[in-house]
Antibody, heavy 121, light 106 residues
Framework: EVQLVESGGGFVQPGGSLRLSCAASGFSFFNYAINWVRQAPGRGLEWVSVISGSGDSPYYTDSVRGRFTISRDNSRNTVYLHMTSLRVEDTAVYYC??????????????WGQGTLVTVSS | IVMTQSPATLSVSLGERATLSCRAGQSVSGKVAWYQHRPGQAPRLLIYATSTRATGVPARFSGGGSGTEFTLTINSLQSEDFAVYYCQQYDDWPQNTFGQGTKLEI
């Protein structure tokens, strides 16, 4: 059974940093890209970032490029999202989502339950 | 690419059919997916490539469309189908985008 479990969310002041983790199990982790998708309060889904199965191809949406860094440790079946210079508008539930391809940013086929990030003064 | 869903809220009775619409700002080569999202749960992939059902998705869910106009049809609505539904385009790689969602309510 595919499982994705996010952790690391919490409350942080504007300008602060946070690192999210996504622990995966139930599939050949290194063969698949992993996406981060977020949902701000009362809003729809927004794709944030993706990293390929090999970890050598990260991509970001424009609003987080230069502030967020995605990485993965295939020995630990874990993907990370390091978020810096956080803004109020980054407040959202962050989901990690498995891609059905090794390259990523297609149609995520399994999602975690999400972790809430709140940026506020 | 902007994805526009309509209506924002759709009220339908149990056992009836619901048709949800999604319009892309430009042609997306059929690279459209649909997701179901119940409150407090993980989103669930229903349809990809316009009309292919994901593994384990009941046959009462069907997707269609082409060009810039796409639909998700749910036949014989059951209580567990009431949720928010999102369309997504993944043609503009990697900058895939979601619609704003349609809330399906009883």
């Amino acid at each position: 059974e595919v499982q994705l479990v996010e952790s690391g969310g919490g409350f942080v002041q504007p300008g602060g940093s946070l690192r999210l983790s996504c622990a995966a199990s139930g599939f050949s982790f290194f063969n698949y890209a992993i996406n981060w998708v977020r949902q701000a309060p009362g809003r729809g889904l927004e794709w944030v970032s993706v990293i390929s199965g090999s970890g050598d191809s990260p991509y970001y949406t424009d609003s987080v490029r230069g502030r967020f860094t995605i990485s993965r440790d295939n020995s630990r079946n874990t993907v990370y999202l390091h978020m810096t210079s956080l803004r109020v508008e980054d407040t959202a539930v962050y989901y990690c989502a498995k891609d059905p391809t090794s390259v990523g940013a297609t149609y995520p086929d399994f999602w975690g339950q999400g972790t809430l990030v709140t940026v506020s003064s | 690419i902007v994805m526009t869903q309509s209506p924002a809220t759709l009220s339908v009775s149990l056992g009836e059919r619901a048709t949800l619409s999604c319009r892309a700002g430009q042609s997306v080569s059929g690279k459209v997916a649909w997701y179901q999202h119940r409150p407090g749960q993980a989103p669930r992939l229903l349809i990809y490539a316009t009309s292919t059902r994901a593994t384990g998705v009941p046959a009462r869910f069907s997707g269609g469309g082409s060009g810039t106009e796409f639909t998700l049809t749910i036949n014989s609505l059951q209580s567990e189908d009431f949720a928010v539904y999102y369309c997504q385009q993944y043609d503009d790689w990697p900058q895939n985008t979601f619609g704003q969602g349609t809330k399906l309510e009883i």
